[in-house]
């Protein structure tokens, strides 16, 4: 299984941004998936998770300006963000559990660098 992240990139304070990310190999089924950022020389923080289901949870950090939503007929997680600022400024890593062969696994994207900066 690997997953494909893409859509980073450099944005203005206030801006909006959306991060996406695709999975793809042998896939039964996907669980939770969600995105994790890592700012430098700080650790790595969940940001967003939304379930099989749709439910979605959110650090408060990004609450009421990010929305996280999954495509389950492509294998797609979705982060849009919005009202970015500079503390925003991340690589952002976007994460699956996917169940196959028998067994759950979680899965790491690559990373896409967001950069929140005038």
């Known amino acids: 299984v690997q997953l494909q992240a893409f859509g980073g990139g450099l944005v203005q304070p206030g801006g909006s941004l959306r991060v996406s990310c695709a999975a793809s190999?042998?896939?039964?089924?996907?669980?939770?998936m969600g995105w994790y950022r890592q700012a430098p020389g700080k650790q790595r923080e969940l940001v967003a998770i939304i379930t099989s289901d749709g439910s979605a949870n959110y650090v408060d950090a990004v609450k009421g300006r990010s929305t996280i939503s999954r495509d389950d007929a492509k294998n797609t997680v979705t982060l849009q963000m919005n009202s970015l600022k500079p503390e925003d400024t991340a690589v952002y890593f976007c994460?699956?559990?996917?169940?196959?062969?028998?067994?759950?696994?979680?899965?790491w994207g690559q990373g896409t660098q967001v950069t929140v900066s005038s």
């Open positions: 994460f699956a559990n996917t169940y196959s062969d028998s067994t759950w696994n979680n899965h």
């Open positions: 190999g042998n896939i039964f089924s996907i669980g939770v």
